[in-house]
């Protein structure tokens, strides 16, 4: 079963930085796609950045492009999400991901980013 934990979440004013980190044990290994993911507040699950195996570089959604990037180390077996210039909307519970069932269904617990203005 794949186990996923987030962290490095917590308040930050707007204009400033975050570097989330996704720690994974050995099933999620071999994922074909890993990545971010967040939900703002009353509001669904969007995606943030995503990196499947067969491609040679990350995919961002728009509202990442060019704040966000993404990183991988796997002697770890760990993933990073580093957000810069965050904004409030940026607001909201932010899960890593890995291949469940399906290419990234299965999820962390979520760390919590919040961003005032």
């Known amino acids: 079963q794949v186990q996923l934990v987030e962290s490095g979440g917590g308040s930050v004013q707007a204009g400033g930085s975050l570097r989330l980190s996704c720690t994974a044990n050995?099933?999620?290994?071999?994922?074909?796609?890993v990545g971010w993911f967040r939900q703002a507040p009353g509001k669904e699950r969007e995606g943030v950045a995503t990196?499947?195996?067969?491609?040679?570089?990350?995919t961002y959604y728009d509202s990442a492009k060019g704040r966000f990037t993404i990183a991988r180390d796997n002697a770890k077996n760990t993933m990073y999400l580093n957000m810069n210039r965050l904004k409030t909307e940026d607001t909201g519970i932010y899960y890593c991901?890995?291949?469940?069932?399906?290419?990234?269904?299965?999820w962390g617990q979520g760390t919590q980013v919040t961003v005032s203005s």
């Open positions: 050995r099933y999620s290994r071999n994922s074909a796609c």
């Open positions: 990196f499947y195996s067969i491609d040679d570089s990350p």
């Open positions: 991901a890995a291949d469940g069932s399906h290419y990234c269904d299965a």
